[in-house]
């Protein structure tokens, strides 16, 4: 057997968790409607207009199979997050539907579904396991998770050349033997790292704002050594300069200075305005241990982050499950195909 290393531990007072892009947590709508905070996209119209989208729902007697055959989603019974007008899904729906001879079509759900319920809709469908959207971003969840256990999160390495990148990780939930396994979904990462944790806590995640009244300030790159010589900035390390542990409007302040020294002068720098959030305590270990991972406590229940190692990519999921059907384990798999 290959050597593991431990990347943390995770726990769970729901039975259930999920597999997600760290970055995108920010965007989690949780029990209130799916919508974008402010400033997620490029321009106020653009967020605007996505917040005006609707969830679909297929009804009918052959709902389930114009759904597989439509391919829209992993669930084939909703399409989330689609313009009010779409003609172009309702012509593929109706070529669909007559190429096959099927009684299905689309219903618009009033209200929309909560990111939450898009979770229950999953673990219903997929008896136990499933895959999720928001946002149009990809999410594993599982069920059936030992409930109050400190479960590790393990990690197997590549074979050399690339003995620096994950191979496979996975959630340890007991030592049975694996009889058989099952394809969960995917999930989609474009922020390099990958969050584990119980699916219920994620209403009491704070992404950006900081839970102690600080923050810190953090810049590096070709010039940064030139600007804060200019800037007074101390250095933090070899390469980064900045501040940390200050509050958080003077953190502000001092960084749009950075930024706009670095603007007026041309400079080529990396900044990045770090508030004191629960993002910031997973990453704060995630940037400095051997395995790139870092866990916090979020309404008493620990979460695990870790960089893929890989970068962004989709990753798929699976779990390993026992001759009696219980879950010995999650697994993400890293290794290209």
Not at 72 to 77: G, H, K, R, T, V
Not at 152 to 181: A, H, T, Y
Not at 275 to 297: F, L, Y
Request: glycine residues 8%.
């Amino acid at each position: 057997m290959e050597s593991l290393e431990q990347i943390g531990t995770v726990t769970t007072r729901s039975g259930g968790l999920i597999v997600i892009d760290t970055g995108y947590l920010g965007l989690w709508s949780h029990n209130d409607a799916p919508l974008l905070p402010d400033g997620s996209l490029d321009t106020e119209e653009q967020t605007s207009r996505a917040n005006g989208f609707v969830d679909l729902r297929l009804v009918g007697s052959d709902a389930e199979r114009a759904g597989q055959l439509l391919d829209m989603s992993w669930n084939p019974l909703f399409v989330y997050d689609q313009p009010p007008a779409h003609p172009e899904l309702e012509q593929k729906l109706r070529e669909v539907v007559r190429k096959h001879h099927l009684d299905a079509r689309f219903e618009v759900i009033s209200p929309r579904i909560p990111h939450r319920g898009r979770i229950n809709q999953a673990l219903e469908y997929g008896r136990g396991a499933g895959e999720i959207q928001f946002h149009g971003v990809w999410a594993a969840v599982v069920s059936g998770v030992p409930v109050g256990e400190s479960l590790p999160v393990l990690g197997e390495r590549m074979p050399p050349p690339d003995q620096s990148n994950w191979k496979r990780v996975f959630v340890r939930c007991n030592s049975q033997s694996i009889s058989r396994s099952e394809r969960v979904g995917q999930v989609g990462v474009d922020y390099a790292r990958l969050f584990i944790a119980d699916f219920d806590v994620l209403g009491a995640w704070h992404h950006e704002d900081s839970l102690d009244g600080l923050a810190d300030f953090v810049f590096w790159g070709r010039d940064a050594e030139k600007a804060a010589l200019s800037l007074n900035a101390p250095a933090l390390s070899a390469t980064e300069f900045g501040w940390t542990n200050l509050p958080v409007k003077t953190v502000q302040e001092r960084g749009a200075a950075v930024e706009e020294h670095q603007h007026t002068n041309n400079l080529k720098l990396a900044t990045d305005f770090r508030p004191h959030s629960h993002h910031w305590q997973v990453m704060r270990d995630s940037r400095t241990c051997p395995t790139e991972s870092g866990m916090a406590v979020v309404d008493g229940v620990q979460v695990c982050n870790f960089m893929t190692t890989w970068g962004d990519g989709i990753f798929e999921v699976h779990r390993d499950l026992s001759n009696s059907d219980e879950l010995v384990q999650i697994r993400i798999e890293f290794e290209p195909t």
